[in-house]
């Protein structure tokens, strides 16, 4: 099983500043199967990203993925007030098809 | 406009069943893998389990292996988990989740909650 470390398990940040959140795999994820997923309090989750790097049907372009092999990056270029959620990755190379944690975006 | 909902949540005594089932709406049912995913009070995701289209072919996590049971009624455009052997740690608000041909997790249904509980 691919076990998936995301960090920071918080990260405090203002609107406007950019955020980076860190997923990695306890080995290679094969072809990039990875993705990204949102989630709201109360809400399900809502995919972001996946291939690592190609964005979901009306994610905004703030939102960017990228990596490969076992290190994998989300980045949202400027933090707008609805962006303050849970993130987590998914590897979806080899099942179970596992996720990160999760990391906690929170406002400063 | 993709919707699935979930039903058949509830309290459970541990050692017993539950059945849930998602509805799906929108898409050719037929033509796509389904999953379940949950999670636990306060917690992160857990996949679950998936299954292909046909049906004839589905995958577990090792923490339910021989206890639930993914299946599909594409005649329905219902998803189905048999949970059998429930125990506490299975309480969880539980999502289906509609599959791409790759795998990763398009749409999601809102959850139904399991509780199991004595």
């Known amino acids: 099983e691919i076990v998936l470390t995301q960090s920071p398990g918080t990260l405090s940040l203002s609107p406007g500043e950019r955020a980076t959140l860190s997923c990695r795999a306890s080995q290679s994820v094969s072809s990039s199967y990875l993705a990204w997923y949102q989630q709201k309090p109360g809400q399900a989750p809502r995919l972001l990203i996946y291939?690592?790097?190609s964005r979901a049907t009306g994610v905004p372009d703030r939102f960017s993925g990228s990596g490969s092999g076992a290190d994998f990056t989300l980045t949202i270029s400027r933090l707008e007030p609805e962006d303050f959620a849970v993130y987590y990755c998914q590897q979806y190379g080899s099942s179970p098809y596992t996720f990160g944690q999760g990391t906690k975006l929170e406002i400063k | 406009e993709v919707q699935l909902v979930e039903s058949g949540g509830g309290l459970i005594q541990p050692g017993g069943s539950l059945r849930l089932s998602c509805a799906a709406s929108g898409f050719t049912f037929s033509n796509y893998a389904m999953t379940w995913v949950r999670q636990a009070p306060g917690k992160g995701l857990e996949w679950v389990s998936d299954i292909s289209g046909s049906g004839g072919s589905t995958n577990y996590v090792d923490s339910v292996k021989g206890r639930f049971t993914i299946s599909r009624d594409n005649s329905k455009n219902t998803l189905y988990l048999q949970m059998n052997s429930l125990r506490a740690e299975d309480t969880a608000v539980y999502y289906c989740?509609?599959?791409?041909?790759?795998?990763?997790?398009?749409?999601w249904g809102q959850g139904t909650l399991v509780t199991v509980s004595s």
């Open positions: 291939g690592a790097s």
């Open positions: 989740a509609k599959a791409t041909s790759f795998r990763f997790l398009d749409y």
